[in-house]
């Protein structure tokens, strides 16, 4: 039932990450979790009373700084070395707002970016409204959709 499903559909395939690709989603999940780290050390820092662990917090986050530093300088070498990204990154960051943080970001979570038409983007991206209709009733607009998390 399922395959012919499969036949009927005629579902594009989704192409595998380049090694490019994997190595900065692999880099970028490191870093998440650097910033979780951070977040979770300048909580803890609010609550320590003594000097000891404060002098520890205050080791362990910049360390995290460290770390997120050197992610960042990789991150960003890794792109430089394929062409194609680099390009797509040149043109994000050229938008107003979006930096290099942000560009990288959008590159590794939506490698299709920079492929699509407009319309198929906004809707990978979940800003595309979705209709609510059914029949001749006009249901109310939502955005939802993008990739899973």
Not at 14 to 22: A, G, H, I, Y
Not at 87 to 95: N, V
């Amino acid at each position: 039932m399922l395959a012919r499903l499969g036949a009927l559909l005629e579902t594009s395939v989704r192409p595998v990450l380049s090694p490019t690709l994997d190595a900065m989603k692999e880099l970028h999940s490191a870093r998440q979790a650097l910033v979780k780290d951070r977040t979770a050390a300048l909580n803890r820092q609010k609550m320590l009373r003594a000097n000891l662990l404060k002098r520890q917090n205050a080791r362990r986050l910049g360390q995290i700084e460290a770390q997120l530093t050197a992610i960042d300088v990789e991150l960003t070498s890794v792109c430089a070395a394929d062409t194609d990204l680099e390009r797509r990154r040149t043109i994000l960051t050229s938008i107003p707002g979006v930096g290099a943080t942000t560009a990288l970001l959008l590159l590794v979570e939506m490698p299709e970016f920079g492929r699509l038409e407009p319309g198929p983007a906004a809707s990978l991206a979940g800003l595309a409204p979705t209709a609510r209709d059914l029949g001749h009733s006009k249901g109310k607009r939502f955005i939802r959709g993008g990739l899973a998390a």
